[in-house]
Protein backbone atom coordinates (compact mmCIF):
# COMPACT_ATOMS: atom_id res chain seq x y z
CA UNK A 1 0.00 0.00 0.00
CA UNK A 2 1.76 3.11 -0.89
CA UNK A 3 2.25 5.97 2.06
CA UNK A 4 0.31 8.36 0.94
CA UNK A 5 -3.07 6.22 0.82
CA UNK A 6 -2.63 6.70 4.16
CA UNK A 7 -5.70 5.23 6.05
CA UNK A 8 -8.03 5.11 2.92
CA UNK A 9 -6.41 2.04 1.75
CA UNK A 10 -6.87 0.14 4.55
CA UNK A 11 -10.75 1.01 4.22
CA UNK A 12 -11.10 2.75 7.26
CA UNK A 13 -11.61 6.29 6.32
CA UNK A 14 -12.22 6.39 2.02
CA UNK A 15 -13.13 3.52 0.02
CA UNK A 16 -10.97 3.22 -2.82
CA UNK A 17 -14.54 3.66 -5.10
CA UNK A 18 -15.32 6.90 -3.05
CA UNK A 19 -15.37 10.12 -5.39
CA UNK A 20 -14.19 13.43 -4.79
CA UNK A 21 -16.08 16.89 -5.37
CA UNK A 22 -13.97 19.91 -5.97
CA UNK A 23 -15.49 23.48 -6.25
CA UNK A 24 -12.33 25.64 -7.52
CA UNK A 25 -13.67 29.40 -6.72
CA UNK A 26 -12.07 32.38 -7.79
CA UNK A 27 -11.22 33.02 -3.72
CA UNK A 28 -11.56 29.94 -2.32
CA UNK A 29 -11.97 25.99 -2.87
CA UNK A 30 -14.25 23.50 -1.80
CA UNK A 31 -12.86 20.05 -1.83
CA UNK A 32 -14.49 16.84 -0.29
CA UNK A 33 -15.81 13.69 -0.87
CA UNK A 34 -19.49 12.03 -2.39
CA UNK A 35 -22.03 11.17 0.05
CA UNK A 36 -20.53 13.67 2.64
CA UNK A 37 -22.44 16.64 4.21
CA UNK A 38 -19.61 19.02 4.18
CA UNK A 39 -16.66 19.75 2.50
CA UNK A 40 -13.21 18.40 3.72
CA UNK A 41 -11.71 21.49 3.12
CA UNK A 42 -12.20 24.91 2.42
CA UNK A 43 -8.96 26.37 1.26
CA UNK A 44 -7.82 29.41 -0.44
CA UNK A 45 -7.75 29.06 -4.04
CA UNK A 46 -3.67 29.85 -4.34
CA UNK A 47 -0.44 28.54 -5.77
CA UNK A 48 3.42 28.80 -4.62
CA UNK A 49 4.45 30.80 -7.56
CA UNK A 50 7.48 28.41 -8.81
CA UNK A 51 9.63 31.47 -9.42
CA UNK A 52 9.44 34.02 -6.13
CA UNK A 53 7.97 31.22 -3.87
CA UNK A 54 5.13 33.53 -2.81
CA UNK A 55 1.57 33.30 -2.74
CA UNK A 56 -0.40 33.78 -6.10
CA UNK A 57 -3.95 33.49 -6.78
CA UNK A 58 -4.73 30.06 -9.07
CA UNK A 59 -6.25 31.76 -12.29
CA UNK A 60 -3.68 34.62 -12.19
CA UNK A 61 -1.80 33.18 -15.48
CA UNK A 62 -0.05 34.40 -17.87
CA UNK A 63 -0.68 31.54 -20.94
CA UNK A 64 -2.10 27.99 -20.70
CA UNK A 65 1.22 26.60 -19.94
CA UNK A 66 1.41 28.79 -16.77
CA UNK A 67 -2.28 27.76 -15.59
CA UNK A 68 -1.40 23.99 -16.21
CA UNK A 69 1.79 24.43 -13.62
CA UNK A 70 -0.80 26.29 -11.42
CA UNK A 71 -3.48 23.71 -11.74
CA UNK A 72 -0.88 20.62 -11.42
CA UNK A 73 0.45 22.08 -8.16
CA UNK A 74 -2.76 23.33 -6.44
CA UNK A 75 -4.71 19.64 -7.02
CA UNK A 76 -1.31 17.89 -5.77
CA UNK A 77 -2.15 19.97 -2.16
CA UNK A 78 -5.81 19.08 -2.13
CA UNK A 79 -5.39 15.47 -3.11
CA UNK A 80 -2.14 14.48 -0.99
CA UNK A 81 -2.47 17.36 1.86
CA UNK A 82 -5.68 17.72 2.17
CA UNK A 83 -8.19 15.12 1.27
CA UNK A 84 -5.15 11.98 1.60
CA UNK A 85 -6.07 10.17 -0.99
CA UNK A 86 -4.64 9.33 -4.49
CA UNK A 87 -6.41 10.53 -7.42
CA UNK A 88 -5.26 7.86 -9.88
CA UNK A 89 -8.57 5.36 -11.03
CA UNK A 90 -10.52 7.46 -8.78
CA UNK A 91 -13.45 9.74 -9.79
CA UNK A 92 -14.20 13.22 -9.62
CA UNK A 93 -16.81 15.62 -9.88
CA UNK A 94 -16.20 19.06 -10.21
CA UNK A 95 -18.39 21.69 -9.74
CA UNK A 96 -18.07 24.55 -12.56
CA UNK A 97 -19.81 27.51 -13.22
CA UNK A 98 -21.60 27.30 -16.96
CA UNK A 99 -19.49 31.00 -17.55
CA UNK A 100 -16.08 29.66 -16.86
CA UNK A 101 -13.03 29.89 -19.61
CA UNK A 102 -13.37 27.22 -22.01
CA UNK A 103 -9.01 27.65 -21.31
CA UNK A 104 -9.68 26.69 -17.69
CA UNK A 105 -11.64 23.39 -18.09
CA UNK A 106 -9.74 22.27 -20.59
CA UNK A 107 -6.83 22.67 -18.88
CA UNK A 108 -8.49 21.33 -15.34
CA UNK A 109 -9.25 18.26 -17.61
CA UNK A 110 -5.90 17.51 -19.08
CA UNK A 111 -4.55 17.84 -15.54
CA UNK A 112 -6.57 15.54 -13.77
CA UNK A 113 -6.79 12.95 -17.17
CA UNK A 114 -2.90 13.46 -18.18
CA UNK A 115 -1.15 14.37 -14.85
CA UNK A 116 -3.15 12.60 -12.35
CA UNK A 117 -4.75 9.48 -14.44
CA UNK A 118 -8.39 10.03 -12.66
CA UNK A 119 -10.71 7.24 -14.06
CA UNK A 120 -13.28 9.88 -14.29
CA UNK A 121 -14.40 13.29 -14.43
CA UNK A 122 -17.79 15.02 -14.32
CA UNK A 123 -18.54 18.76 -15.04
CA UNK A 124 -21.68 19.85 -13.45
CA UNK A 125 -22.79 23.20 -13.55
CA UNK A 126 -22.90 24.77 -10.03
CA UNK A 127 -26.43 26.82 -10.17
CA UNK A 128 -27.74 23.54 -11.45
CA UNK A 129 -26.49 21.36 -8.53
CA UNK A 130 -27.18 23.45 -5.90
CA UNK A 131 -30.81 23.63 -6.54
CA UNK A 132 -30.43 19.32 -5.36
CA UNK A 133 -29.37 20.30 -2.15
CA UNK A 134 -32.95 21.98 -2.14
CA UNK A 135 -34.98 19.21 -3.75
CA UNK A 136 -36.27 20.83 -6.12
CA UNK A 137 -36.32 21.57 -10.01
CA UNK A 138 -36.78 24.70 -10.61
CA UNK A 139 -35.01 27.89 -9.36
CA UNK A 140 -33.42 31.14 -9.89
CA UNK A 141 -29.78 30.73 -8.69
CA UNK A 142 -28.08 33.82 -7.75
CA UNK A 143 -24.34 33.26 -6.82
CA UNK A 144 -22.80 35.97 -5.04
CA UNK A 145 -18.82 34.99 -5.14
CA UNK A 146 -15.51 36.81 -4.98
CA UNK A 147 -15.59 37.97 -8.14
CA UNK A 148 -18.84 38.25 -9.62
CA UNK A 149 -22.26 37.67 -9.21
CA UNK A 150 -23.75 35.10 -11.71
CA UNK A 151 -27.57 34.20 -12.51
CA UNK A 152 -29.12 31.16 -14.35
CA UNK A 153 -32.39 29.95 -14.52
CA UNK A 154 -33.70 26.56 -14.14
CA UNK A 155 -36.46 25.22 -15.01
CA UNK A 156 -37.86 21.84 -14.51
CA UNK A 157 -34.05 20.77 -14.36
CA UNK A 158 -32.82 22.65 -17.75
CA UNK A 159 -30.79 25.59 -17.33
CA UNK A 160 -32.14 28.76 -19.29
CA UNK A 161 -29.39 29.26 -20.85
CA UNK A 162 -30.40 32.53 -22.60
CA UNK A 163 -31.45 34.25 -19.56
CA UNK A 164 -28.33 34.26 -18.05
CA UNK A 165 -26.86 37.23 -16.17
CA UNK A 166 -23.56 38.65 -14.34
CA UNK A 167 -22.24 41.68 -12.98
CA UNK A 168 -18.68 42.05 -11.34
CA UNK A 169 -20.36 42.76 -8.04
CA UNK A 170 -19.17 40.27 -5.59
CA UNK A 171 -17.17 40.23 -2.18
CA UNK A 172 -13.93 41.94 -3.84
CA UNK A 173 -15.79 45.03 -4.85
CA UNK A 174 -17.02 44.74 -1.42
CA UNK A 175 -13.48 44.84 -0.19
CA UNK A 176 -12.48 47.62 -2.82
CA UNK A 177 -15.09 49.88 -1.31
CA UNK A 178 -14.17 49.24 2.38
CA UNK A 179 -10.56 50.00 1.62
CA UNK A 180 -11.50 53.81 0.42
CA UNK A 181 -13.49 54.19 3.08
CA UNK A 182 -11.41 53.23 5.72
CA UNK A 183 -8.60 54.81 4.42
CA UNK A 184 -10.47 58.00 4.26
CA UNK A 185 -12.32 57.61 7.66
CA UNK A 186 -10.62 55.22 9.65
CA UNK A 187 -8.24 56.44 12.58
CA UNK A 188 -5.42 54.17 14.21
CA UNK A 189 -4.22 54.23 17.81
CA UNK A 190 -0.61 53.97 17.87
CA UNK A 191 0.90 52.14 21.68
CA UNK A 192 1.56 55.22 22.91
CA UNK A 193 -1.93 56.46 22.25
CA UNK A 194 -1.53 59.50 19.92
CA UNK A 195 -4.01 58.87 16.90
CA UNK A 196 -3.54 59.14 13.23
CA UNK A 197 -5.82 59.42 10.22
CA UNK A 198 -4.96 55.49 8.71
CA UNK A 199 -4.01 57.16 5.55
CA UNK A 200 -1.00 58.72 6.93
CA UNK A 201 0.09 55.18 8.38
CA UNK A 202 -0.28 53.22 5.44
CA UNK A 203 -1.30 53.64 1.42
CA UNK A 204 -2.81 50.06 1.19
CA UNK A 205 -4.64 47.64 3.49
CA UNK A 206 -3.55 43.83 2.86
CA UNK A 207 -6.20 42.49 1.49
CA UNK A 208 -5.89 39.61 4.56
CA UNK A 209 -7.07 42.55 6.77
CA UNK A 210 -9.77 43.56 4.33
CA UNK A 211 -11.47 40.31 4.31
CA UNK A 212 -11.30 39.90 7.48
CA UNK A 213 -12.19 43.17 8.84
CA UNK A 214 -15.33 42.35 6.22
CA UNK A 215 -16.44 39.27 7.60
CA UNK A 216 -16.16 40.25 11.43
CA UNK A 217 -17.19 44.05 11.20
CA UNK A 218 -19.55 44.82 7.83
CA UNK A 219 -23.27 44.17 7.39
CA UNK A 220 -25.77 45.20 4.96
CA UNK A 221 -28.21 47.91 6.18
CA UNK A 222 -32.11 48.01 5.29
CA UNK A 223 -33.71 49.26 2.18
CA UNK A 224 -35.55 51.95 3.77
CA UNK A 225 -32.42 52.86 6.03
CA UNK A 226 -30.49 52.73 3.37
CA UNK A 227 -32.86 55.46 1.48
CA UNK A 228 -32.71 57.79 4.31
CA UNK A 229 -28.80 57.72 4.24
CA UNK A 230 -29.00 58.50 0.33
CA UNK A 231 -31.86 61.31 0.69
CA UNK A 232 -29.35 62.46 3.42
CA UNK A 233 -26.62 62.49 1.29
CA UNK A 234 -28.39 64.83 -1.44
CA UNK A 235 -30.75 67.33 0.78
CA UNK A 236 -29.07 67.82 4.24
CA UNK A 237 -31.88 69.16 6.00
CA UNK A 238 -33.10 65.37 6.28
CA UNK A 239 -32.18 63.88 9.18
CA UNK A 240 -29.74 61.01 8.67
CA UNK A 241 -30.69 57.91 11.01
CA UNK A 242 -28.66 57.47 13.88
CA UNK A 243 -25.31 55.74 12.99
CA UNK A 244 -24.45 52.00 14.12
CA UNK A 245 -21.66 51.78 17.05
CA UNK A 246 -17.97 52.12 16.06
CA UNK A 247 -15.73 48.88 16.55
CA UNK A 248 -11.90 48.35 17.04
CA UNK A 249 -9.67 45.96 15.07
CA UNK A 250 -6.41 45.11 16.18
CA UNK A 251 -4.05 46.13 13.35
CA UNK A 252 -0.48 44.45 12.71
CA UNK A 253 -0.06 43.77 16.08
CA UNK A 254 0.60 47.60 17.46
CA UNK A 255 -2.52 49.43 16.11
CA UNK A 256 -5.54 49.74 17.18
CA UNK A 257 -7.65 50.77 14.30
CA UNK A 258 -10.95 52.28 15.08
CA UNK A 259 -13.76 51.13 12.21
CA UNK A 260 -16.55 54.42 12.14
CA UNK A 261 -20.45 52.49 12.05
CA UNK A 262 -20.95 54.30 8.76
CA UNK A 263 -17.62 52.46 7.10
CA UNK A 264 -19.18 49.33 8.62
CA UNK A 265 -22.77 49.91 7.05
CA UNK A 266 -21.46 51.57 3.80
CA UNK A 267 -18.73 48.58 2.49
CA UNK A 268 -21.61 46.66 1.04
CA UNK A 269 -23.70 49.65 -0.23
CA UNK A 270 -21.27 49.36 -3.56
CA UNK A 271 -23.64 46.40 -4.51
CA UNK A 272 -26.55 48.04 -4.36
CA UNK A 273 -25.82 51.14 -6.38
CA UNK A 274 -26.75 51.56 -9.82
CA UNK A 275 -23.57 50.86 -12.08
CA UNK A 276 -23.42 52.88 -15.69
CA UNK A 277 -25.62 50.81 -17.34
CA UNK A 278 -28.27 51.02 -14.14
CA UNK A 279 -27.96 47.27 -13.23
CA UNK A 280 -27.71 46.20 -9.44
CA UNK A 281 -28.73 42.88 -8.01
CA UNK A 282 -32.21 43.49 -8.32
CA UNK A 283 -32.48 44.21 -12.28
CA UNK A 284 -30.18 41.39 -12.65
CA UNK A 285 -32.73 38.89 -10.95
CA UNK A 286 -35.78 40.94 -13.20
CA UNK A 287 -33.63 40.95 -16.30
CA UNK A 288 -33.14 37.49 -16.00
CA UNK A 289 -37.15 36.85 -15.45
CA UNK A 290 -37.35 38.90 -18.79
CA UNK A 291 -35.72 36.61 -20.86
CA UNK A 292 -37.47 33.17 -19.46
CA UNK A 293 -40.79 32.46 -21.39
CA UNK A 294 -43.29 34.27 -19.89
CA UNK A 295 -45.25 30.82 -18.05
CA UNK A 296 -42.21 30.02 -16.24
CA UNK A 297 -41.28 33.83 -14.55
CA UNK A 298 -44.04 33.07 -11.25
CA UNK A 299 -42.71 29.68 -11.32
CA UNK A 300 -39.15 31.14 -10.90
CA UNK A 301 -39.72 33.97 -9.32
CA UNK A 302 -41.42 32.36 -5.89
CA UNK A 303 -37.90 29.61 -5.94
CA UNK A 304 -34.90 32.11 -5.74
CA UNK A 305 -31.95 30.67 -4.37
CA UNK A 306 -29.13 32.52 -3.14
CA UNK A 307 -25.68 31.57 -2.66
CA UNK A 308 -22.10 32.22 -2.37
CA UNK A 309 -19.60 33.53 0.54
CA UNK A 310 -20.91 37.22 -0.31
CA UNK A 311 -24.59 35.93 0.47
CA UNK A 312 -23.69 34.80 3.95
CA UNK A 313 -23.14 38.80 5.23
CA UNK A 314 -25.61 40.16 7.92
CA UNK A 315 -28.67 41.48 6.13
CA UNK A 316 -27.34 40.60 2.53
CA UNK A 317 -30.53 37.82 1.60
CA UNK A 318 -33.23 40.63 3.51
CA UNK A 319 -31.77 43.55 1.12
CA UNK A 320 -31.65 41.56 -1.90
CA UNK A 321 -35.15 40.53 -1.46
CA UNK A 322 -36.70 43.83 -0.48
CA UNK A 323 -34.25 45.33 -3.56
CA UNK A 324 -35.95 43.21 -6.37
CA UNK A 325 -39.44 44.06 -4.81
CA UNK A 326 -39.03 47.44 -4.58
CA UNK A 327 -37.85 47.44 -8.33
CA UNK A 328 -40.88 45.29 -9.51
CA UNK A 329 -42.93 47.32 -8.15
CA UNK A 330 -40.93 50.10 -9.81
CA UNK A 331 -42.24 52.46 -13.39
CA UNK A 332 -39.79 50.51 -15.08
CA UNK A 333 -40.97 46.64 -14.46
CA UNK A 334 -44.58 47.13 -13.19
CA UNK A 335 -46.14 46.85 -16.64
CA UNK A 336 -43.85 44.39 -18.45
CA UNK A 337 -43.17 41.84 -15.35
CA UNK A 338 -46.63 41.91 -13.11
CA UNK A 339 -44.95 39.18 -10.40
CA UNK A 340 -47.54 38.60 -7.27
CA UNK A 341 -45.03 37.61 -4.88
CA UNK A 342 -40.92 36.73 -4.60
CA UNK A 343 -39.43 34.31 -2.52
CA UNK A 344 -36.24 33.25 -0.73
CA UNK A 345 -35.33 29.44 -0.27
CA UNK A 346 -33.00 28.57 2.68
CA UNK A 347 -30.53 26.01 1.32
CA UNK A 348 -29.52 22.84 4.03
CA UNK A 349 -25.40 24.24 4.09
CA UNK A 350 -23.36 27.40 4.55
CA UNK A 351 -23.98 29.85 2.04
CA UNK A 352 -20.44 29.54 0.12
CA UNK A 353 -20.38 25.93 0.08
CA UNK A 354 -24.06 25.16 -1.42
CA UNK A 355 -23.05 24.39 -4.84
CA UNK A 356 -20.34 21.79 -3.34
CA UNK A 357 -22.91 20.24 -1.51
CA UNK A 358 -25.07 19.39 -4.91
CA UNK A 359 -22.16 17.86 -6.23
CA UNK A 360 -21.55 15.58 -3.29
CA UNK A 361 -25.30 14.49 -3.66
CA UNK A 362 -24.88 13.96 -7.66
CA UNK A 363 -21.64 12.40 -6.98
CA UNK A 364 -23.30 9.70 -4.59
CA UNK A 365 -25.85 8.92 -7.50
CA UNK A 366 -25.90 6.58 -10.18
CA UNK A 367 -25.27 9.62 -12.76
CA UNK A 368 -21.61 9.48 -11.89
CA UNK A 369 -20.88 5.97 -13.68
CA UNK A 370 -23.47 7.10 -16.16
CA UNK A 371 -22.83 10.75 -17.30
CA UNK A 372 -19.11 11.19 -16.45
CA UNK A 373 -16.25 11.57 -19.31
CA UNK A 374 -14.11 8.76 -18.93
CA UNK A 375 -10.68 9.06 -19.09
CA UNK A 376 -10.52 6.86 -22.23
CA UNK A 377 -12.92 9.05 -24.11
CA UNK A 378 -10.24 11.65 -23.61
CA UNK A 379 -7.62 10.26 -24.45
CA UNK A 380 -8.87 9.24 -27.90
CA UNK A 381 -10.20 12.81 -28.45
CA UNK A 382 -8.16 15.01 -26.32
CA UNK A 383 -11.23 17.60 -25.78
CA UNK A 384 -14.25 17.85 -23.46
CA UNK A 385 -17.73 18.13 -24.13
CA UNK A 386 -18.97 21.68 -24.07
CA UNK A 387 -22.17 23.54 -24.21
CA UNK A 388 -20.89 26.40 -25.97
CA UNK A 389 -18.49 24.14 -28.03
CA UNK A 390 -21.19 23.52 -31.49
CA UNK A 391 -19.21 20.46 -32.47
CA UNK A 392 -21.11 19.32 -29.66
CA UNK A 393 -24.02 20.64 -30.14
CA UNK A 394 -25.00 20.30 -34.03
CA UNK A 395 -28.32 20.14 -35.56
CA UNK A 396 -27.88 16.38 -36.25
CA UNK A 397 -27.13 15.77 -32.91
CA UNK A 398 -30.30 17.37 -31.75
CA UNK A 399 -32.36 15.70 -34.69
CA UNK A 400 -31.00 11.94 -33.86
CA UNK A 401 -32.19 12.71 -29.86
CA UNK A 402 -35.58 14.28 -30.69
CA UNK A 403 -36.19 11.52 -33.91
N1 LIG B 1 -19.70 35.70 6.54
C1 LIG B 1 -19.26 36.36 5.48
N2 LIG B 1 -19.54 37.69 5.36
C2 LIG B 1 -19.11 38.37 4.28
N3 LIG B 1 -18.41 37.84 3.27
C3 LIG B 1 -18.10 36.55 3.34
C4 LIG B 1 -18.51 35.73 4.44
N4 LIG B 1 -18.06 34.47 4.22
C5 LIG B 1 -17.40 34.50 3.03
N5 LIG B 1 -17.41 35.74 2.51
C6 LIG B 1 -16.81 36.20 1.25
O1 LIG B 1 -17.29 35.37 0.20
C7 LIG B 1 -16.29 35.28 -0.81
C8 LIG B 1 -15.99 33.83 -1.08
O2 LIG B 1 -17.19 33.21 -1.44
P1 LIG B 1 -17.17 31.93 -2.37
O3 LIG B 1 -16.38 30.86 -1.70
O4 LIG B 1 -18.57 31.63 -2.77
O5 LIG B 1 -16.35 32.52 -3.60
P2 LIG B 1 -15.68 31.75 -4.81
O6 LIG B 1 -16.48 30.56 -5.15
O7 LIG B 1 -14.23 31.53 -4.48
O8 LIG B 1 -15.76 32.89 -5.90
P3 LIG B 1 -16.45 32.85 -7.33
O9 LIG B 1 -17.75 32.14 -7.17
O10 LIG B 1 -16.57 34.31 -7.70
O11 LIG B 1 -15.48 32.11 -8.20
C9 LIG B 1 -15.04 35.99 -0.28
O12 LIG B 1 -15.00 37.28 -0.85
C10 LIG B 1 -15.31 36.04 1.21
O13 LIG B 1 -14.69 37.16 1.78
MG1 LIG C 1 -18.12 30.10 -6.37
Redesign the pocket.
Known amino acids: MPLFEGLGGIGLINEKNTTVVL?I??????AGFAGEYGPRIITR?EVKCRETGKNIPLFQYKNENELRHHLVDFIHKLYFRCLLVNPKDRRVVVVE?LLCPTVVRNTLAKVLFRHYEVLSVLFVPSHLVALMTLGITTGLVL??????ATLMPIYEGVVVFHAWQALPF???L??KSLSELLLDRAVATTEDGTEHRLSSIMQDIPNRYL?DI??RT?FVSTLERSSCLQNNKYDRSIEPPPPPPSVHYPLEGHHILTIPGTVRELAAESLFERDQDALTLATLVLNALLKCPIDTRHKLAENLVI????A???GMKHRILAEVRAAAASEQYCQILPIPSFMLHHPPAK??YVSWLGGAILGATEAVMLRSYHRDQYLASDVVPDWCNLSFNTCEDRDEKFA
Do not use: F
Not at 25 to 30: C, E, P, R, W
Not at 143 to 148: A, M, P, Q, T, W
Not at 307 to 310: D, E, K, L, S
Open positions: DGTAYTKSNDLGHKEGGSIEEKVCIGGTSMKDN
